[in-house]
């Protein structure tokens, strides 16, 4: 997220590098003719999705992109990451420098350019999401700062708050989760409070509750209460926990299956980035139908 803008504007950004994409059709049409041999690094993207809120607007405006790509376009060291031309690597002053070169979908519309992200606490710990242990999750940075220098779209520059965190599997998403719900709000001196709540396919329901301090210290917090919140265009359920349901501030990304949100805090008025993921509507036929409009496949050429 930025901050405010000369202008008014807001901006934010989300990006995630898959290897495996887990919400790849590509991917899923593959295990389900080749089983376990479908190799997760021939099915990799990197998925930018770039927000701008004009000043007076209350929604925002969305740049959209994720090719996936094939092995040949994959490119891994122990400090960097090369999916097709865009890069991630970790730079010996401890920041992760992202270079982006992607084409939006499924209008095409180039995202050029720099990100810069230093972490400010590395906890170093990850937690497991199932009882099995199959599924983990680590948050890298829970409090990073964040500059962007774009030049597509052409002079976009900003600055703001970021958080890094990884996920990774032994098996298919919707084979052991049937939906999550996720949420991180700033706190501003105080650290930052991460939400997740996973409900699996077999067995009981899990709720991470976490704050992390300045130091990188983690606190575990007993679970708040579940609020409701309004659902989607697409009729897809949203919740999280609070002690006082909070203002759905903005939904930024809506989906068949997935949703990303801004929620406000109704006490303080801070602002939380949440995400609600529906993986019985995943699979669906009709859903894996409708995603290679947003999720192009380029499997040939090196790095193109």
């Not at 980035?273 to 894996?288: A, G, K």
């Given at each position: 997220m930025s901050e405010p803008q000369a202008d008014g504007s807001h901006y934010a950004l989300s990006l995630i590098a898959f290897i495996g994409s887990v919400f790849s059709p590509y991917y899923a049409w593959a295990r389900q003719r080749q089983g376990a041999a479908v190799r997760p690094a021939a099915h990799c993207a990197l998925n930018v999705s770039l927000y701008h809120r004009p000043a007076g607007r209350k929604a925002y405006r969305r740049l959209w992109a994720m090719t996936?790509?094939?092995?040949?376009?994959?490119?891994?060291?122990?400090?960097?990451?090369?999916?097709?031309?865009?890069?991630?690597?970790?730079?010996?002053?401890?920041?992760?420098?992202?270079?982006?070169?992607?084409?939006?979908?499924?209008?095409?519309?180039?995202?050029?350019?720099?990100?810069?992200?230093?972490?400010?606490?590395?906890?170093?710990?990850?937690?497991?999401?199932?009882?099995?242990?199959?599924?983990?999750?680590?948050?890298?940075?829970?409090?990073?700062?964040?500059?962007?220098?774009?030049?597509?779209?052409?002079?976009?520059?900003?600055?703001?708050?970021?958080?890094?965190?990884?996920?990774?599997?032994?098996?298919?998403?919707?084979?052991?989760?049937?939906?999550?719900?996720?949420?991180r709000r700033d706190l501003g001196a105080q650290g930052s409070r991460v939400l997740y709540d996973v409900q699996a396919c077999v067995g009981a329901r899990q709720t991470l509750a976490l704050d992390f301090d300045e130091h990188g210290g983690i606190q575990t917090r007993p679970a708040p209460p579940e609020c409701g919140l309004p659902g989607t265009a697409w009729g897809l359920a949203r919740s999280t926990r609070a002690d006082r349901t909070p203002v759905l501030a903005s939904t930024l990304e809506s989906g068949p299956f997935y949703s990303r949100s801004l929620l406000r805090d109704p006490i303080d008025?801070?602002?939380?980035?949440?995400?609600?993921?529906?993986?019985?509507?995943?699979?669906?036929?009709?859903?894996?139908?409708?995603?290679?409009?947003?999720?192009?496949?380029?499997?040939?050429?090196?790095?193109?």
């Open positions: 996936e790509r094939s092995e040949a376009q994959l490119r891994r060291r122990a400090d960097s990451l090369q999916i097709g031309p865009s890069r991630l690597r970790w730079a010996q002053d401890g920041s992760l420098q992202i270079s982006v070169d992607e084409w939006t979908a499924p209008w095409p519309q180039r995202l050029r350019g720099e990100i810069q992200l230093r972490p400010r606490v590395l906890p170093g710990q990850a937690f497991a999401l199932d009882a099995a242990g199959r599924h983990h999750w680590q948050p890298i940075s829970p409090r990073a700062d964040l500059a962007l220098d774009f030049e597509a779209p052409r002079g976009l520059r900003w600055q703001g708050q970021a958080y890094l965190d990884s996920n990774r599997g032994e098996r298919p998403l919707e084979d052991d989760f049937l939906s999550w719900q996720w949420s008025g801070s602002l939380a980035v949440h995400e609600s993921l529906s993986l019985q509507r995943f699979r669906q036929p009709w859903v894996q139908a409708l995603l290679p409009f947003r999720m192009p496949r380029r499997s040939s050429g090196a790095w193109a």
